[in-house]
């Protein structure tokens, strides 16, 4: 969402996530023609869009104290082998000097870098020897791969599987160095009594907006681990969704004495309900009071005020083929290696056919030979993907997710309707591919654009997002760079962000490290055909 000064009234657009709460906003008005809400311009109204997470001009931030004015040095070294951002120093030394904290960082800041740097300093400091991570299963991997950053001895543990196994896993650090246990947030729910029972003494809960409902069996779980844990941190870039309501349960994890124990109460100091049967919620009240509480234990940071940080940001998510679809895989891989073996001579050509039938495995399908039907055999890509979305989405971001097969895109677009995201599809099969990014630049109620790297890598421009997922892609590294610059062009206002959904142990490793050296896939193919293997 952005607001613009307009007089005396602030402008807002691409505002659609936000229309309930924007609903309840006193001298509200909407008009149709611009699709824009115009509201007040208060103190209160902007301190109210800054909670939301709107992007201010800078007039209305200037009427804000800026938070990341000067230079700051850690209170603490923090144990990290990567040179941190001036802002991760920042909310390092707050999450240091407070048991309880809040990283409110936009998507792609290094939120979980500043986190995991805290639960070090906090180790070497003799005060956390066992740290709990729950978050989503999407970033389950990140926060496992984030841990080798770390330059304190330490053990990860994945906490996947039946419950024995997680069970298992809890009991099988070795005696020295910070046990780090990762958990997502079904995996809390079912089994808080376990987790509290392994004591941790620290707790980061990765985008807590999962939270949000305090009456939700997920939320009571984690209210419950962190009831009996010493320091907690809760990551999100959007502590508020549709109401205020949302930041009760959140703010309980890390600091309870806040906005007390009893919802009613904090629903009676802070939100103004009637409407139908007195329940509706129709505005707002005390909210000084609520920012300042608020604020007095989180740290806000939006792009804009990481001046530090490069205009592009990379990253990887991992996750694994079912046991059956590894299954499939590994026989495919084995008849790829056979066929190459006794199909007469290697060439660049029968290596690269090989290795698609594998990409084609890791995205969820298999396509036999002489057909044209895809057999759907995994959706652990497609589930990682959806889990993905759904944090960015709540970030009011729009997003493109590549993908190189048509199958997946089909799947993709399926999925989307089923969650009723409004989506356009941008394909071979497109009639007017113009019309349909045109509407993707426009509609704002249009969240993702599905596109098909052969079609959409070139010559169009999607600046109206400024997050990127690679599905699939295909073996060619300036497929891959012309696909990058279809948000990072010279309008874009904001740092773009970039995802990279990989399946574990496939050809999916083998394909990003090759783009990661610049270089092709089919670039010396035939001499390390078999390692690609």
């Not at 009760?248 to 009613?264: A, C, E, H, R, T």
Request: proline share 3%; with cysteine.
């Amino acid at each position: 969402m952005r607001a613009i000064k307009t007089g005396n009234e602030i402008k807002l657009t691409d505002s659609y996530l936000h229309r309930e709460s924007i609903k309840e906003i006193a001298g509200r008005r909407y008009d149709g023609d611009e699709k824009a809400w115009y509201i007040p311009l208060t103190e209160k109204n902007i301190g109210l869009l800054q909670l939301l997470g709107a992007e201010l001009d800078a007039e209305l931030r200037a009427e804000l104290p800026p938070p990341l004015s000067g230079h700051e040095t850690a209170i603490f070294e923090m144990p990290v082998s990567v040179r941190p951002y001036q802002h991760q120093v920042r909310g390092f030394s707050r999450c240091i000097q407070n048991d309880g904290y809040a990283l409110l960082y936009q998507v792609g800041l290094g939120k979980s870098l500043t986190a995991i740097a805290a639960a070090g300093a906090r180790y070497r400091r003799g005060e956390v020897k066992r740290l709990l991570i729950i978050c989503p299963l999407a970033v389950q991997s990140v926060w496992e791969r984030e841990s080798k950053s770390l330059t304190v001895d330490n053990s990860v543990r994945l906490l996947e599987g039946s419950m024995a196994k997680r069970r298992d896993a809890l009991r099988s650090f070795p005696k020295d160095g910070l046990h780090i246990s990762v958990i997502n947030y079904e995996g809390a729910r079912i089994m808080p009594d376990e987790l509290v029972k392994w004591k941790p003494d620290m707790l980061i809960v990765d985008e807590s907006q999962r939270i949000k409902k305090h009456t939700s069996k997920q939320a009571k779980a984690v209210h419950k681990i962190a009831k009996e844990t010493p320091y907690r941190i809760i990551l999100t870039a959007t502590p508020i969704g549709n109401s205020v309501q949302d930041v009760f349960s959140q703010w309980k994890v890390i600091d309870p004495s806040l906005f007390g124990n009893s919802y009613y109460a904090f629903r009676s100091r802070y939100i103004i309900t009637g409407g139908y049967g007195g329940h509706e919620i129709v505005g707002y009240k005390n909210m000084p009071e609520l920012l300042q509480k608020m604020h007095s234990k989180a740290l806000r940071v939006t792009a804009e005020e990481a001046l530090d940080l490069p205009e592009q940001i990379f990253e990887s998510r991992y996750c694994r083929l079912e046991p059956k679809a590894q299954k499939i895989y590994n026989a495919l891989k084995r008849e790829c290696v056979s066929v190459l073996e006794n199909g007469g001579e290697i060439t660049a050509t029968n290596i690269l056919t090989q290795l698609l039938r594998l990409h084609q495995c890791t995205g969820g399908y298999l396509k036999a030979d002489g057909s044209e039907q895809y057999t759907p055999i995994s959706t652990a890509k497609l589930d990682l993907l959806e889990d993905t979305l759904e944090d960015i989405l709540a970030a009011d971001e729009k997003v493109v997710v590549f993908c190189q097969f048509t199958a997946e895109i089909e799947a993709l677009s399926r999925r989307l309707a089923q969650k009723g995201i409004r989506h356009e599809v941008l394909n071979g099969a497109a009639k007017d591919k113009g019309a349909v990014v045109e509407r993707f630049q426009t509609d704002n109620e249009i969240r993702v654009l599905l596109c098909q790297i052969s079609v959409g890598g070139v010559g169009i421009t999607l600046t109206a997002a400024s997050v990127m997922i690679f599905y699939s892609v295909s073996f060619s590294l300036i497929d891959y760079q012309q696909a990058v610059g279809r948000i990072h062009r010279i309008n874009q206002t904001k740092r773009c962000l970039y995802i990279k959904l990989i399946a574990e142990g496939t050809v999916d490793e083998h394909i990003f490290a090759a783009i990661a050296q610049k270089k092709s896939l089919s670039d010396n193919v035939v001499d390390n055909w078999r390692r690609l293997m």
